[in-house]
T-cell receptor, first 116, second 110 residues
Framework: NAGVTQTPKFRVLKTGQSMTLLCAQD?????MYWYRQDPGMGLRLIHY???????AKGEVPDGYNVSRLKKQNFLLGLESAAPSQTSVYFC???????????????FGAGTRLSVL | LAKTTQPVSMDSYEGQEVNITCSHN???????ITWYQQFPSQGPRFIIQ???TKVTNEVASLFIPADRKSSTLSLPRVSLSDTAVYYC???????????FGKGTRLSVIA
């Protein structure tokens, strides 16, 4: 059981470069999320999606874009990377409105991104 | 969204029972209380969820008083491998994602 898979695991970018982080889940979850976590901090929600083709902004959306073209995939894009975006990025998924599951989130292993 | 307050950090010796309390004074009627655990360099993982009274699983117990304005995560006989950050979240399944605070950093000492 793969669960939630994030690629790549590590990446180093130069300021101004662009990249896309991929999140894939095989649990048929409706909801997917992108978080960032800075040293000593909790998780902050960047964007989330409540279904295929839909996305919404979280707490810290500036500088990021997302797409959910397929139910199992959620992409996070950085169009012009900045040093302030150096962080660990986590993707998560959940059943969403399924009452029995109570919206429990399942997380990937994270992507460590450094922007120089 | 119900705001939660939990201690920033706690220390414990191996073999002790650890109780982490989370305050959520404005919890709504339909809100569930969920706890996650995050080890260093890993994503958070679900450990327990409850609505009222007591819930127990193979990892922890969750105590929720009748007024539901707080909850206590209990970890029996902790070991070094329980060193992690523990997050308390309050909310319901629905369109609004739950908010992770900074959590409680538990350090277990030999």
């Amino acid at each position: 059981n793969a669960g939630v898979t994030q690629t790549p695991k590590f990446r180093v970018l130069k300021t101004g470069q662009s990249m896309t982080l991929l999140c894939a889940q095989d649990m048929n979850h409706e909801y997917m999320y992108w978080y960032r976590q800075d040293p000593g901090m909790g998780l902050r929600l960047i964007h989330y999606s409540v279904g295929e083709g839909t996305t919404a902004k979280g707490e810290v959306p500036d500088g990021y874009n997302v797409s959910r073209l397929k139910k199992q995939n959620f992409l996070l894009g950085l169009e012009s990377a900045a040093p302030s975006q150096t962080s660990v990025y986590f993707c998560a998924s959940s059943y969403g409105l399924a009452v029995l599951a109570k919206n429990i989130q399942y997380f990937g292993a994270g992507t460590r991104l450094s922007v120089l | 969204l119900a705001k939660t307050t939990q201690p920033v950090s706690m220390d414990s010796y191996e073999g002790q029972e650890v109780n982490i309390t989370c305050s959520h004074n404005n919890i709504a009627t339909n809100d569930y209380i969920t706890w996650y655990q995050q080890f260093p360099s890993q994503g958070p993982r679900f450990i327990i969820q409850g609505y009222k009274t007591k819930v127990t699983n193979e990892v922890a117990s969750l105590f929720i008083p009748a007024d539901r304005k707080s909850s206590t995560l209990s970890l029996p006989r902790v070991s070094l491998s329980d060193t992690a950050v523990y997050y308390c979240l309050v909310g319901v399944s629905g369109n609004t994602p739950l908010v992770f605070g900074k959590g409680t950093r538990l350090s277990v000492i030999a």
